[in-house]
């Protein structure tokens, strides 16, 4: 099965911007892994941010934005706010089998 | 408004079973794909069993094939997972997540309901 792995943790500034990455142990990660991103607060369930690479759910803050850059998947955050430190997981799709990455503790300080 | 509340949990001993449920509502249930997701205290998520609207594709995690099965019944809008075999490793707070349109498979999710397996 394959690894996912992600920064384990990252710190922003209020108002700064922070990209986290998503890579896969089986080569680039490209649009045919369909990457999603997910935030989750402690004690919360997750909720979907980022699915296939960079479409947005009505809830996602604008922000937040998807992309694939340098063989990764990645979520960049753009004007960082407090409300944004959380657990940050990615997730890859492998041909009908989904593995989720090994997360990033995002600290807004 | 899509609601997804998951039940079934407990504590249950090394090589029991049990079945955990997730009622559906606020949408048609037979139009969605289904997933479950599970995570241990502590640690990050898993990915572990998706069903397709008309369970015509089912895939399952290594760590949980031959001893999970996921079924629908999309006559009363619920997904389940019967567990069998479970271990020590299994313990976990259990999600339900719904799809969604296209390449969306996780939009909704519910609060999860917690499995201890423990002597």
């Known amino acids: 099965q394959a690894v996912v792995t992600q920064e384990p943790s990252l710190t922003v500034s209020p108002g700064g911007t922070v990209t986290l990455t998503c890579g896969s142990s089986?080569?680039?990660?490209?649009?045919?892994?369909?990457p999603y991103w997910f935030q989750q607060k402690p004690g919360q369930a997750p909720r979907t941010l980022i699915y296939?690479?960079?479409n947005k759910y009505s809830w996602t803050p604008a922000r937040f934005s998807g992309s694939l850059l340098g063989g990764k998947g990645a979520l960049t955050l753009s004007g960082a706010q407090p409300e944004d430190e959380a657990e940050y997981y990615c997730?890859?799709?492998?041909?009908?089998?989904?593995?989720f990455g090994t997360g990033t503790k995002l600290t807004v300080l | 408004e899509v609601h997804l509340v998951e039940s079934g949990g407990g504590l249950v001993q090394p090589g029991g079973s049990l079945r955990l449920s997730c009622a559906a509502s606020?949408?048609?249930?037979?139009?969605?794909?289904m997933t479950w997701v599970r995570q241990a205290p502590g640690k990050g998520l898993e990915w572990i069993s998706y069903?397709?609207?008309?369970?015509?594709?089912?895939f399952y995690a290594d760590s949980v094939k031959g001893r999970f099965t996921i079924s629908r019944d999309n006559a009363w809008n619920s997904l389940y997972l019967q567990m069998n075999g479970l271990r020590d490793e299994d313990t976990a707070v259990y999600y339900c997540?719904?799809?969604?349109?296209?390449?969306?498979?996780?939009?909704?999710w519910g609060q999860g309901t917690l499995v201890t397996v423990s002597s």
């Open positions: 089986t080569g680039a990660v490209t649009s045919g892994h369909y």
């Open positions: 997730l890859l799709s492998y041909s009908g089998a989904y593995v």
């Open positions: 069903i397709n609207s008309g369970s015509s594709a089912i």
């Open positions: 997540a719904r799809g969604g349109s296209g390449s969306s498979w996780f939009e909704f």
């Open positions: 606020g949408f048609t249930f037979s139009s969605y794909s």
């Open positions: 296939d690479t960079s």
